[in-house]
């Protein structure tokens, strides 16, 4: 196959996944202190969606209590408007950060690769100080769910490096899992 040919169905993949509509996100900020006019991070994630032709589905800011958090996620998993949640804050190694616990608590597939490489972009532009973030994607049934640092910089990484080029095609890989099997099982070749 021609490598034109593999890249066009990737973009295939990506338009028919994303919608008419594009993409329902939850936008959740975890902090202790900030609300909607100081939530500078929040605000970027709201304003990135949109910008890529998403949808914002629900935004919130949640106080740094694992109970909360579990809360407001599990609302979020459940609304089926919601392919993909982010949440900013809430991910370093101080006592109130929790978000990495909560989230992978409610994971049942662990994106490896979304900490690994975050913390590698993270570490050009910061240095060993990277170590501290415990950014974390994953799955838990056909939402994908990623937990960033509450920085706008961190943020803007996260989105424009990572999530954004890649959210389509995470939508379309979960959305292989609900469609209906080619072969009922009485009708497969032996």
Same mark, same amino acid.
């Given at each position: 196959m021609p490598a034109h040919a593999s890249a066009s169905s990737h973009l295939d993949h990506e338009r028919a996944a994303a919608g008419r509509d594009g993409i329902g996100f939850a936008i959740i900020t975890l902090s202790d202190t900030r609300n909607e006019a100081t939530d500078a991070s929040g605000s970027y994630l709201r304003q990135a969606v949109a910008e890529s032709?998403?949808?914002?589905?629900?935004?919130?800011?949640?106080?740094?209590?694992p109970a909360t958090i579990r809360e407001v996620l599990q609302a979020a998993i459940a609304d089926e408007r919601v392919a993909v949640v982010v949440t900013n804050g809430s991910t370093g190694i101080s006592a109130r950060d929790t978000a990495h616990e909560v989230l992978r608590g409610l994971i049942s597939k662990q994106l490896d690769g979304f900490?690994?490489?975050?913390? #590698?972009?993270?570490?050009?532009?910061?240095?060993?100080?990277? #170590?501290?973030?415990?950014?974390?994607?994953?799955?838990?049934?056909?939402?994908?769910?990623?937990?960033?640092?509450?920085?706008t910089k961190a943020v803007q990484?996260? #989105?424009?490096?990572?999530?954004?080029?890649q959210v389509a095609h995470l939508v379309h890989e979960l959305s292989k899992q609900s469609l209906p099997e080619a072969h009922p099982p009485e009708d497969r070749p032996a």
């Open positions: 032709g998403h949808q914002n589905v629900l935004y919130r800011i949640v106080p740094d209590e900490g690994e490489l975050f913390r #590698m972009l993270s570490y050009q532009e910061i240095g060993a100080a990277a #170590m501290l973030s415990r950014a974390i994607g994953g799955v838990s049934g056909s939402t994908i769910l990623f937990a960033l640092p509450g920085s990484l996260g #989105m424009q490096k990572l999530i954004l080029p």
